[in-house]
């Protein structure tokens, strides 16, 4: 299986400014097609899983443009600018590669 | 507006049964691979089960595989995931997804 893993954030994080929270796979996630099948989700408190990006650094329909995925096969990045309250909650990154699909084990992020 | 709604979930008796369904609106519920996925309290994302949109592939975590059993009725728009020989470590809200959108849960409990 392929092994999801993200790093933390330097929690809590200032109103305004950015954050930027890291996830490694353990296979390169980079189709002969050309893309990457990576997706990361935010999870608010309560709620469940919203898709922010797909195949890396595409934003999903309505989702704001402070969120910006980015990366290579084996290492990926979401970053969001200014980040607000409405932010707050778990960030997911996952392959859709192959199954089993895999989950990153979570990052919190927290506001200041 | 793309629905998914879960029901069927419970408090359940070790090695008993229970079987969870996900009504679908809002889009072609025949042209789409569904899955379950599941959050046990307080812990991340588990992918349990997919089965593609006319049924020909279905794949299943390990960790379920032989004792849950993902089915879907496209003329109903509803998936199935029937669970058997439940474990304490199945206790989870378990969700319905396509990639890109997910239902709000449904609370299974596996407790004497």
């Known amino acids: 299986d392929i092994v999801m893993t993200q790093g933390a954030l330097p929690n809590p994080v200032p109103s305004g400014e950015s954050a930027s929270i890291t996830c490694q796979s353990s296979?390169?996630?980079?189709?002969?097609?050309?893309?990457?099948?990576l997706n990361w989700y935010l999870q608010r408190p309560g709620q469940s899983p919203q898709l922010l990006i797909y195949?890396?650094?595409t934003r999903a329909s309505g989702v704001s443009d402070r969120f910006s995925g980015s990366g290579s096969g084996t290492d990926f990045t979401l970053k969001i600018s200014s980040v607000e309250a409405e932010d707050v909650g778990v960030y997911y990154c996952q392959q859709f590669l192959e199954y089993p699909w895999t989950f990153g084990g979570g990052t919190k992020l927290e506001l200041k | 507006e793309v629905q998914l709604v879960e029901s069927g979930g419970g408090l359940v008796q070790p090695g008993r049964s229970l079987k969870l369904s996900c009504v679908a609106s809002?889009?072609?519920?025949?042209?789409?691979?569904m899955n379950w996925i599941r959050q046990a309290p307080g812990k991340g994302l588990e992918w349990v089960a997919y089965i593609s949109s006319g049924s020909s592939y279905i794949y299943y975590a390990e960790t379920v595989k032989g004792r849950f059993t993902i089915s879907r009725d496209n003329a109903k728009n509803t998936l199935y995931l029937q669970m058997t020989s439940l474990r304490s470590e199945d206790t989870a809200l378990y969700y319905c997804?396509?990639?890109?959108?997910w239902g709000q849960g449904v609370m299974v409990t596996v407790s004497s």
């Open positions: 809002g889009f072609t519920f025949s042209n789409y691979g």
């Open positions: 296979k390169s996630l980079l189709h002969s097609n050309g893309k990457t099948y």
């Open positions: 195949w890396m650094s």
């Open positions: 997804a396509r990639q890109d959108n």
